[in-house]
Each structure stands twice: as C-alpha cells, then as structure tokens.
C-alpha cells in the first residue's frame, strides 16, 4: 500500500486502541500469573493444613483415649481406696470393740464383786424383794405401804453407788484418736435424689446376725448411724422413707429409697451434721478413742467393678 | 444372789430379743417418738413406748401343741386369717408383717411366712414398705374368697395355699 501523504486521523486512533489493549493484556497476563501462583501457594498451605488437620484429629483422639483411661483408672483405684478405707476402718472398730468388750467385762467383774460385800448383798436381796412386790403394794394399808417405800428409799440409797456404777458410761480405753469414716452417696448424683446410702465400716453381721452374735461397739456404731439417717430423713421430710440394710463389701450399707419423698432441704449438708453431732453424743466410740466423720462420694464408687 | 440386771437398764440388743424386732427397727421407732436416750440403754417405759409407738402387737400367746408340719401351718394359717379379718385389715387399714408372727417360735413361723408369701404374690394380700418395715391389708376384691378359706377351709385361696 501506498504511503498518504497525510495519515488519516482515525488509523492513528485505532494504533493507540492497538497498544493500550496490548498493555492491558500484558497486565492481565501478569496479574493472572500472581494469582495463579498465589492460589497455588495456598492450595498447598491449605493441603498442609489439612495434613495438620487431620494429625490434630489423631492427636486428639490418642489423647481422649488416654484421658479415658485415666479416668477409668482414677475411679478403679478410687473405688479400691475406699474399699481398703472401708475395710481398714472396719479393722480398727472390730479390734477397738474387742478391747472395749474386755473393758467392760472387767469392768462388770467390779461390779460383781462389789455384790459379793455382804452388806451389799443382803440390800440387794431386800432390793429385790421388794421389786418382787412391788406391784402388790397398792393393796396394803397405807400405814404399812408408807413404811415398805420409807425402808425401801432406804436400801436404795444404800445401793446407790452400786446403781450408778451399773449404769455408768463405757470406761476409756486411753487410745489415741482415729478418725472412722461413714460413707455417703445419692443416685442420681445431679438433680432430686431417688435413693440415699451409707456404707459403714462394721461387718455387715452386725444387721443379719443381731440374733446369734453378742451386742458389741459395731453394733452400737451402727445404732448410732441408723439413728442419725432417720433424724436426718425427718429433718428432710422423709421420714417414711423405706430403709434397707444391705451388704457392701462386707459392711452394713443403709439404702433408703426417696423417690416418693418431697425432698426439702440439703441432704448432704445435713448428713454431714447429723454425722457430727454423734461425735459429741456416742460415748462408747469416745470410750474407744473413734472419731466418727461422714464422707460423700459418687454412688458408683461404692457399686461393685463392672467386669 | 440377784445380778446386776436388777440395776441395769436394757440394751437395745435385749428389747429387741424380748419384742421380736430387729434392733434397727427399734432404733427408728425411738427416734420417730423423740425418746432415744443418749447412752442407748432403755428402761421398762421406753420399751412399752417402742410397742406402741410401734405398733407392736403380739398375735400368739402360745405355739400349737402339734409339731410343726403341714396340717399345723395350715390350722395356723386360717386362724391366722381369721385374726387379720378380726381386726379389720382390709385395704385401705394395714398390719405391721411382723406382728403376724410374734408371739410363735421360728419352726412355726417358718412355714406361715411361707403361706403369706404366697397369698401376696397370689393378691390376696396388698403389700407395701414403710418406714416401720413392710405392711399387709388385704385386697378387698379378695375378702370375700379369705373368709371362705377361714371358715369352710376351701375356696381359691386354699388353692393359692395348695401350690406354695
């Protein structure tokens, strides 16, 4: 083609359209480049992360596992302490019972003695004598009947150490103090309480075999823990609850039933006052140097392992 | 030469022997009536009080002059029975279980708890637990059927007897 003397205006336009369309598309070019390069870039961070993701998930999983069997070994060897601390303590009340049952046999052997002085003993025979008839007395003439009671007010004054040395407290072992726990559990552990027990650390003969074997501390240990939950239960408002004795371990265990009972008030707390009051109130476990506290633990702590 | 008794008062494990009662039992029924004493010796008052709070009632004076067998349990049962309607143990009215049997020996007793058992689980007997332990009414659809059995010794429930 021919050079024009004069280029027409709109070719030099549309050159400049040309080399400003290049430049915009060498700039996409570069700008698609980036990207390309930067997505690649995080592609490759999100598949390590990922990788890290899913390590994290083993990671995780290994530790739960672990934790598992912590937890499971935590509450195997919690239910095996508070079995030997059931049965440990159940050691120290037998063998305390039987150093207080020594006490108190020759502390009766006193007594028996203190019989055989004849002037004791001949007030004791009129002592008895007149307990014989006793009943019959209204019958007499009031003269006589007033001498009788005169004469008898007189022998018993006569016997009155012997009376109270007879009804006198447990003598002291002088043993140091040991603390002996009674343990506590509700079911269901959160929420409104359907059952309540207490495991206590005297054999369980102390309840099946009342009949055959002899009144000794961990009987009267007992006593003093059935009367503790009934007061607790009337303090509760559920007095009527059904009680059951059953054997845990060996030991007398307390299970009461609540859940026809309107709870009020704070079981636990209260268990724990009633618990605590016998401390002051039981002069034999003094006697015995057995300090008594209650201990709440988890219900499935005090069931048998599941195999 | 008269012993230390005749000073002493009682231990919860003697009342309990006297009254035929677990000596847990006897525990709760003083605590219910506010009159455990402190040192858990009882004197003659409190036992009466644990009968009545209680509601101990002794239903045998004396056990059968024949040994214990069969025909006994089943001469013990209908008197038995005919004690329970006496008093009127009807549902909703009901009787402590154990003084069902107070007042005779174990051989005796045995068999009769096992003649109970079975009028329970054969509904004629409502049982229920309580504080004071289990109690016992009679079912009053089953009325009827017991004084049959105690009076003419025959009925469904000289069958229910039968099968134990």
């Known amino acids: 083609m021919s050079e024009l003397a004069n280029r027409p205006?709109?070719?030099?336009?549309?050159?400049?359209?040309?080399?400003?369309?290049?430049?915009?598309?060498?700039?996409?070019?570069?700008?698609?480049?980036?990207?390309?390069?930067?997505?690649?870039?995080?592609?490759?961070?999100?598949?390590?992360?990922?990788?890290?993701?899913?390590?994290?998930?083993?990671?995780?999983?290994?530790?739960?596992?672990?934790?598992?069997?912590?937890?499971l070994g935590a509450e195997t060897r919690e239910r095996a302490a508070l079995r030997q601390g059931l049965a440990d303590d159940r050691g120290i009340v037998e063998g305390r019972a039987a150093l207080l049952e020594a006490a108190l046999g020759a502390q009766e052997r006193a007594l028996r003695n203190m019989l055989r002085d004849p002037e004791v003993a001949g007030?004791?025979?009129?002592?008895?004598?007149?307990?014989?008839?006793?009943?019959?007395?209204?019958?007499?003439?009031?003269?006589?009947?007033?001498?009788?009671?005169?004469?008898?007010?007189?022998?018993?004054?006569?016997?009155?150490?012997?009376?109270?040395?007879?009804?006198?407290?447990?003598?002291?072992?002088?043993?140091?103090?040991?603390?002996?726990?009674?343990?506590?559990?509700?079911?269901p552990a959160e929420g409104v309480p359907e059952a309540l027990v207490a495991v206590l650390p005297v054999p369980f003969a102390v309840c099946r075999d009342w009949a055959e074997r002899r009144e000794d501390l961990s009987s009267r240990f007992a006593y003093r823990?059935?009367?503790?939950?009934?007061?607790?239960?009337?303090?509760?408002?559920?007095?009527?609850?059904?009680?059951?004795?059953t054997d845990v371990a060996g030991c007398l265990a307390v299970q009461v039933w609540l859940g026809d009972c309107d709870l009020q008030g704070d079981i636990n707390e209260r268990a724990l006052e009633e618990i605590e009051a016998l401390r002051e109130e039981?002069?034999?476990?003094?006697?015995?140097?057995?300090e008594l506290y209650g201990l709440w633990v988890r219900a499935a702590m005090l069931a048998d392992e599941e195999e | 030469m008269a012993g230390l008794e005749l000073?002493?008062?009682?231990?919860?494990?003697?009342?309990?022997?006297?009254?035929?009662?677990?000596?847990?039992?006897?525990?709760?029924?003083?605590?219910?009536?506010?009159?455990?004493?402190?040192?858990?010796?009882?004197?003659?008052?409190?036992?009466?009080?644990?009968?009545?709070?209680?509601g101990l009632e002794t239903w045998w004076a004396s056990n059968p002059s024949a040994a214990p067998g069969h025909d006994v349990t089943l001469a013990l049962l209908r008197e038995l029975l005919q004690k329970v309607l006496a008093r009127g143990y009807v549902e909703p009215r009901g009787v402590r279980a154990d003084n069902l049997?107070?007042?005779?020996?174990?051989?005796y007793q045995r068999g009769l708890r096992r003649a109970v058992n079975a009028l329970i689980r054969g509904g004629?007997?409502?049982?229920?637990?309580?504080?004071?332990?289990?109690?016992?009414?009679?079912?009053?659809?089953?009325?009827?059927d017991l004084r049959l059995f105690v009076v003419e010794g025959r009925g469904p429930v000289s069958h229910l007897w039968d099968q134990d």
């Open chain 1, 225 to 245: 823990v059935v009367a503790a939950i009934s007061r607790l239960l009337t303090a509760v408002g559920a007095g009527e609850a059904p009680i059951q004795y």
């Open chain 1, 9 to 71: 205006a709109v070719i030099a336009v549309l050159e400049e359209i040309a080399q400003w369309k290049s430049r915009a598309d060498a700039e996409f070019n570069g700008s698609m480049a980036d990207v390309q390069r930067e997505e690649g870039a995080l592609r490759r961070s999100i598949e390590e992360a990922q990788r890290q993701l899913v390590a994290l998930a083993a990671r995780r999983s290994e530790l739960r596992d672990k934790q598992e069997m912590v937890a």
């Open chain 1, 123 to 187: 007030a004791v025979e009129e002592y008895e004598k007149f307990v014989e008839v006793e009943a019959s007395l209204a019958v007499l003439p009031s003269g006589y009947r007033r001498a009788i009671l005169d004469h008898h007010d007189k022998v018993r004054r006569r016997l009155e150490p012997v009376i109270a040395a007879s009804n006198a407290g447990p003598p002291n072992l002088g043993l140091a103090n040991v603390g002996v726990g009674v343990l506590f559990a509700v079911d």
């Open chain 1, 282 to 290: 039981a002069a034999e476990l003094s006697a015995a140097g057995i």
């Open chain 2, 124 to 144: 004629v007997f409502m049982s229920s637990m309580s504080a004071t332990g289990l109690t016992l009414s009679v079912a009053p659809a089953r009325e009827a």
């Open chain 2, 7 to 54: 000073f002493q008062r009682m231990s919860v494990e003697q009342v309990a022997k006297g009254l035929e009662l677990h000596p847990f039992e006897i525990i709760r029924i003083l605590v219910a009536d506010g009159s455990l004493s402190s040192d858990l010796r009882l004197d003659a008052s409190s036992v009466e009080r644990v009968r009545v709070a209680g």
């Open chain 2, 101 to 107: 049997f107070r007042g005779l020996d174990t051989e």
